[in-house]
């Protein structure tokens, strides 16, 4: 049975992750007058808000200084932060709850591990704070994924080995980081680039302590763990 369970937090927990998008959408049409592409929103999800913003900028083919790029960042964040405010548990993803009992109840150690500066204040308004042992600060690792620093750095704050853990993930760069890691990556969507995951469910609805077990059981054994 597996130790501990690293959860991302936008598109696993709770469907924020389409508003980092709106938000980065508003940036670049009032500083650029610029539409960006629906393809970006794939390659921004999961990675840190400076990678996101360079990979937009990159995109624009827009070079702009220092200073100005932390207050595009400054500005999407507040952006993020407005459309939050009446985020609740109502917004917790389906099945997420249910899931997040099993674990507890089978003493499973739990660990936000999020590219998100703004998850400690994300998970109070979904009133799951108290529910996790562990939260991962993304400030305070050398690389954002899809480097495997942040699943590495909340295994620890748990006091685990990463093969003892599972990871959920919802991104490509995020599910590439659980992997590079050592614990087992868990995929939430239909994306066909998740060739790095281990399991993939299609939806959160899907997520059960049964079959995250049986997978890990198999995991164990190719990877011959113990």
């Given at each position: 049975?597996?130790?501990?369970?690293?959860?991302?937090?936008?598109?696993?927990?709770?469907?924020?992750?389409?508003?980092?998008?709106?938000?980065?959408?508003?940036?670049?049409?009032?500083?650029?007058?610029?539409?960006l592409p629906d393809y970006?929103?794939?390659?921004?999800?999961?990675?840190?808000?400076?990678?996101?913003?360079?990979?937009?900028?990159?995109?624009?083919?827009?070079?702009?200084?220092?200073?100005?790029?932390?207050?595009?960042?400054?500005?999407?964040?507040?952006?993020?932060?407005?459309?939050?405010?009446?985020?609740?548990?109502?917004?917790?993803?389906?099945?997420?709850?249910?899931?997040i009992a099993e674990l507890?109840?089978?003493?499973?150690?739990?660990?936000?591990a999020s590219a998100s500066?703004?998850?400690?204040?994300?998970?109070?308004?979904?009133?799951?704070?108290?529910?996790?042992?562990?939260?991962?600060?993304?400030?305070?690792?050398?690389?954002?994924?899809?480097?495997?620093?942040?699943?590495?750095?909340?295994?620890?704050?748990?006091?685990?080995?990463?093969?003892?853990?599972?990871?959920?993930?919802?991104?490509?760069?995020?599910?590439?980081?659980?992997?590079?890691?050592?614990?087992?990556?868990?995929?939430?969507?239909?994306?066909?680039?998740?060739?790095?995951?281990?399991?993939?469910?299609?939806?959160?609805?899907?997520?059960?302590?049964?079959?995250?077990?049986?997978?890990?059981?198999?995991?164990?054994?190719?990877?011959?763990?113990?």
């Amino acid at each position: 049975m597996f130790k501990g369970a690293l959860f991302d937090l936008d598109g696993v927990i709770a469907d924020t992750s389409s508003l980092h998008f709106q938000a980065w959408q508003k940036l670049a049409n009032n500083y650029f007058a610029a539409e960006l592409p629906d393809y970006l929103e794939e390659q921004t999800k999961g990675v840190s808000r400076g990678d996101s913003l360079q990979i937009i900028l990159d995109h624009l083919d827009v070079g702009v200084s220092d200073s100005m790029f932390q207050q595009l960042l400054l500005e999407k964040n507040e952006l993020y932060l407005a459309s939050l405010k009446n985020l609740s548990p109502k917004n917790i993803l389906p099945g997420i709850s249910e899931f997040i009992a099993e674990l507890k109840e089978n003493e499973v150690k739990l660990a936000l591990a999020s590219a998100s500066l703004n998850g400690p204040a994300i998970l109070d308004k979904l009133q799951l704070t108290d529910t996790f042992d562990a939260i991962a600060d993304p400030s305070k690792v050398a690389q954002g994924k899809p480097a495997p620093d942040i699943f590495l750095a909340a295994a620890k704050a748990l006091d685990l080995e990463p093969a003892e853990c599972v990871g959920i993930e919802d991104s490509i760069a995020g599910i590439t980081a659980i992997s590079v890691s050592g614990a087992l990556p868990i995929a939430i969507g239909t994306n066909a680039e998740f060739k790095a995951a281990f399991k993939t469910f299609a939806k959160t609805a899907e997520l059960n302590l049964a079959d995250v077990r049986a997978v890990y059981d198999i995991f164990k054994k190719e990877h011959a763990i113990w």
